[in-house]
């Protein structure tokens, strides 16, 4: 088990390193307009030239990359080209505020998927043809739209939950969950319906095997057979659409951070596009990519632990 | 057991996230909660900007003058200043017994250092300081600044940018990027502020104008979209902010206030008006055929919703260089546009490159029809929002669609009349407009300067420099709670134009 982490550790940084470099070169490549974006449309050209040479732009593009490297293996992503803060400060006030949302959403997506999923599942009929009419409905439906509709109501006409804006877990915990509920909700409800039908989809398949056969010859309860034997053995499936969503929302993230005007990783990230930060940029790649490889390794941990066939293999 | 004990290692690692920083100044009377579509870049002194960021350091600099909402220059922290005969010394008095938050004194030498800090600076507005030649202390409450040439934009820079005023211990210290320091209306509430999230200031006990600035907290939260903007606003998260044309009727249906004031103006850069791109464009026909090609009353009515006013000059009231004669210069006549260029040797009309500008996508359409039924073919090129500026300036298009603001008549002439401007991106020279400009330009203040740039103006226009199409409301929402009043030449208001309905 530990050897396959490692080499899974390994394949993170494999990647890590393969993504960083397309990107830089991808971005640095095209900075030639940064300074005159900094400086405004009545700078002078020896104003542009002399802040592309401060910015190290005239340097060759290897040498500027070998700059980069060097300092960002040492944790030092270095200062925002456009912002007063360093990339790392930026990151650290922006990514709590993405992974609060997008976590909370896919635990809240996990549990109600599950939910329906098992009710569909194993009650069939009716129940199974309601739930997945639900479910499309919500993947039918997209996020921001979902969210707009959410604000009017509860924060426009009803005036319970505020429109816009997050609150910091620290400053006050029930006005974070507040500022919480829209943007999560609206993640929720469009995303729950590829969740659902994988796990009902794998939790028919494992219902249908011999061993669940076995198991009711025995005696076994079917609780126990739905829970302790059919589920562990639908969960792989389950957790990596999870897994999948949860990559999905970190990035997707910039449209309801927009429609909630909340400032996390999504509106930094179109914020220094457009403006051409690239220090901001790499940053941003870099973060997601660490948080990406960190939860496909959690969720083979969690493999790991539901289904012991995985930790044999 | 085991799996209680996993959640709960998983439910501790995601609470034991550290809060970064508080924010979330919630709105109340006693707070002035403004929604800005910019998040704030800087609070260094040299990169200070005027339009939407001005709100975030304006109230913590206070600045030498100020523009009142009609445009008037009033004093401010210098309390008199005079012109020499020939307008190349400028002197300040200013206000005794002001200090900087940090207990710095405001005098002639935090003046002087705040000017030469910004004109030897890296900013979009270091510009606004580069007239001064030298700053002379005539004493502590006095000082001259000398000028390499007549600058007649100087007293709105002055009121701007170019006279706001930070610590002198502050400048160029590192943290002075997020942390300002000034002698202004509020003090930066660094405690509560989180830089993108949101900005909040309390009230400076010690400000010498208290009276101007009724509310004893303002806080500016970004929110970029306006949809956003609008949930804020209905929902009373926030007090005022900008909005568009396309939300004034849901505006008004929600109760809240909508004001408008024309700041900007819209319309085409005729730029290669030497002809080097397209030779078409050196004929002085031809541009007034264009100028004549656009339905401007229609394209204004049905794509801007009629919030504007059609125009045929690059000034916009109150400038001074505003001439209310020029606007009917030009009729929408497109037999007529044939005609001329026809005249000029173009009965075929002529093909040109256009530049396709992501914010201005509903007029491109518009601008292919109306200048093929004149003869004239656009060739379209995709620019991408984050070159736009870059590109239009690099010169490669010999016109475009722009919308451009309006500021003191000055610095809009430096902005593209002179060989050198930057809007005038083909670097056309026309020797009879500079000395025109010129004679502006050393000509005392008052009226017969601003009769001199109204005549530099009429040259533009006759000579059909631009093809503008109308002047654009700035529109701003507020709600029921506070008063505001526009401000000229700025595309939002000051924080002194805010005061409680109540």
Redesign the interface.
């Given at each position: 088990m530990i050897r396959y982490l490692l080499k899974r550790v390994a394949s993170g940084i494999a990647l890590l390193c393969l993504v960083s470099t397309v990107t830089f070169m991808m971005v640095f490549g095209a900075t030639?307009?940064v300074a005159?974006?900094?400086?405004?449309?009545?700078?002078t050209a020896e104003?542009v030239t002399?802040?592309n040479s401060?910015l190290g732009l005239d340097r060759p593009l290897m040498v500027q990359f070998g700059d980069w490297v060097s300092h960002a293996i040492r944790g030092d992503l270095g200062p925002s080209w456009?912002?007063?803060?360093s990339v790392a400060?930026?990151l650290?006030?922006?990514l709590?505020v993405t992974?609060?949302m997008v976590?909370i959403a896919v635990a809240m997506m996990a549990l109600l998927s599950a939910m329906l999923g098992i009710a569909a599942a194993v009650r069939g009929g009716w129940a199974d043809r309601a739930i997945q009419i639900v479910s499309v409905a919500g993947f039918a439906m997209p996020n921001f739209w979902l969210g707009?509709l959410l604000?009017?109501t509860f924060?426009?006409q009803l005036?319970w939950l505020?429109?816009?804006?997050?609150?910091?877990?620290?400053?006050?915990p029930s006005?974070w969950a507040a500022?919480l509920v829209l943007p999560v909700t609206a993640l929720v409800l469009s995303g729950i319906a590829s969740a659902s039908q994988q796990i009902r989809g794998a939790v028919i398949d494992a219902l249908k095997q011999d061993y669940v056969r076995t198991l009711r010859a025995r005696g076994v309860s079917p609780r126990s057979v739905l829970y302790r034997h059919a589920l562990r053995n639908a969960m792989p499936a389950a957790l990596t659409v999870l897994s999948v969503q949860f990559i999905a929302l970190l990035g997707g993230a910039a449209v309801i951070e927009?429609?909630?005007?909340i400032?996390g990783m999504g509106?930094?990230t179109v914020?220094a596009?457009?403006?051409?930060d690239v220090p901001v940029l790499m940053g941003v790649v870099v973060t997601l990519i660490i948080v990406v490889v960190l939860v496909n390794i959690l969720i083979d941990f969690l493999n790991a632990?539901a289904n012991p066939k995985v930790r044999m293999s | 057991m085991r799996n209680r004990l996993?959640l709960s290692a998983l439910t501790a690692a995601?609470?034991s996230?550290?809060?970064?920083?508080?924010?979330?100044v919630g709105n109340s009377p006693e707070t002035l909660a403004l929604a800005g579509i910019l998040?704030?870049?800087?609070?260094?002194r040299a990169g200070l900007s005027i339009g939407h960021r001005a709100q975030y350091w304006m109230p913590v600099f206070d600045t030498l003058l100020y523009t009142a909402p009609d445009g008037k220059t009033m004093p401010n922290l210098a309390t008199e200043w005079r012109f020499n005969g020939d307008g190349t010394e400028l002197t300040l008095k200013l206000r005794e017994g002001v200090k900087f938050t940090d207990g710095t004194p405001f005098n002639a030498e935090a003046v002087k250092a705040n000017i030469e800090y910004l004109r030897d600076g890296?900013?979009?507005?270091?510009?606004m300081a580069g007239a001064v030649k030298s700053v002379e202390i005539v004493g502590p409450a006095e000082l001259k600044l000398h000028l390499k040439e007549p600058d007649p934009g100087m007293l709105f820079n002055l009121a701007t940018v170019g006279g706001a005023m930070a610590s002198p211990a502050t400048l160029g210290k590192a943290d002075s990027?997020?942390l300002p320091v000034g002698s202004g209306p509020y003090i930066y509430d660094t405690a509560r502020s989180?830089?993108?999230?949101?900005y909040v200031y309390k009230r400076n006990p010690d400000y010498w104008n208290a009276g101007a600035f009724p509310f004893e907290t303002m806080t500016i939260?970004?929110?970029?979209?306006l949809?956003?903007?609008m949930?804020?606003l209905?929902?009373?998260?926030v007090d005022a902010g900008a909005g568009e044309g396309q939300v004034v009727t849901e505006a008004e249906a929600s109760k809240l206030t909508v004001s408008r004031l024309p700041v900007d103006w819209l319309g085409l850069f005729l730029s290669d008006r030497d002809g080097k791109m397209v030779k078409a464009l050196s004929d002085v026909r031809v541009r007034r055929a264009l100028n004549m090609a656009f339905d401007e009353k229609a394209i204004l009515k049905f794509v801007a919703r009629g919030y504007g006013e059609v125009t045929d000059q690059p000034f916009v009231p109150p400038s001074e260089a505003f001439d209310p004669s020029l606007d009917g210069t030009y009729q929408y006549a497109p037999k007529a546009a044939r005609a001329l260029l026809a005249e000029a040797g173009y009965p075929n009309g002529f093909s040109v490159t256009m530049p396709d500008i992501g914010t201005l996508a509903p007029y491109t359409p518009i601008i292919t029809q109306q200048l093929k039924d004149i003869g004239v073919t656009v060739n379209w090129v995709k620019v991408p929002?984050?070159?736009t500026?870059?590109?239009l300036?690099s010169g490669k298009y010999p016109m475009f669609l722009f919308r451009l603001g309006s500021q003191s008549p000055w610095a809009d002439f430096?902005?593209f009349a002179f060989a050198n401007s930057?809007?005038n991106t083909s670097k056309a020279k026309d020797e009879k407009l500079e000395a025109l400009l010129k004679k502006a330009q050393y000509t005392p203040p008052g009226k017969e300067q601003n009769a001199a740039m109204q005549a530099a103006n009429r040259y533009m226009v006759e000579n059909a420099f631009f093809a503008p199409w109308f002047r654009i409301d700035s529109i701003y929402i507020s709600n029921a709670q506070v008063k505001v009043q526009m401000q000229a030449q700025n595309i939002v208001p000051w924080p002194r134009n805010y005061a409680p309905a109540k």
């Open positions: 030639g307009n005159r974006n900094i400086l405004g449309e009545n700078a104003q002399a802040l401060r456009t912002m007063s803060e400060s930026a650290a006030s922006r709590p992974l609060s976590t707009l604000v009017l924060s426009v005036g505020p429109a816009t804006g997050y609150v910091s877990f620290g400053a006050s006005a500022s927009r429609v909630f005007a400032p509106s930094l914020s596009a457009l403006i051409g632990w | 996993i995601f609470l996230v550290p809060p970064i920083a508080q924010a979330e998040d704030n870049d800087t609070f260094d890296v900013g979009q507005n270091t510009w990027k997020m989180v830089t993108g999230r949101q939260t970004p929110i970029n979209d949809s956003a903007r949930n804020a209905k929902s009373g998260q929002p984050n070159v500026i870059a590109e300036l430096n902005k930057p809007w």
